[in-house]
């Protein structure tokens, strides 16, 4: 998990289209629930989605990281966000959209925390409302191992962000170095992320464990699909 990164997510990730998701996931809203009018951001970062987002919905975000919730209540002193676990979402509103975009599902190692996020997300959904979860790498579209690299090269903040993909059974595993120069020092750390491979399949079935119909969409926001739950009205 994201925890002295916290501070640099943002820069790492400034050539991500933000904005361009968003407009692309506020569509699918309209297209299936044109009425939809709140929305829960779960797994939410810094907030980058919600800063669009709430120009559609009257939106809130939740994520496990106090750092990264600290980021994004900076930079969105107008919205509510809260720090919570997906499989123990500690909230009693509910929400005509409930979104875990970025992969960040995969998070939740073996089947049973997947089946617990699912279900403990629906829970939050009000009658008829959408679940849309964006996945990680299933099984087979992960290729261990491979290098990756990612730069970032300002007057004053020079940082390369470095690691090596593996895996272990179903679980990915990535051990992601950073190196981050100041004009005050330079420093190294490393953060260790563990994240599940799960089939098609077995995402179809933790919707419909919650109680959801679902459907996928191949191509999703970023090109690595999405699903999209629908809880009975």
Known sequence: MY?????FYDKLYAKKDYEGESARLVALVRERNPAARSLLDVACGTGRHLSFLKRE???EGVDASRRIIAVARAANPDLRF???DMRRIGLVARYDVVTCLFSSIGYMIGLPRLNAAVRSMARRLEPGGLLIVEPW??????????AHAAYVDESAL???RLSTSGARGSVSIMDIHYLVATPERTEHFVEKFRMGLFTRGQMRAAFEAAGLSVEYDEKGLTGRGLYIGRKSP
């Open 3 to 7: 925890s002295r990164s916290a501070e």
């Open 57 to 59: 919905f009257r939106a």
């Open 137 to 146: 790498f299933p099984p087979e579209d992960w290729h261990p191992p491979s």
């Open 82 to 84: 809260y720090v919570g």
């Open 158 to 160: 020079k940082i390369a």
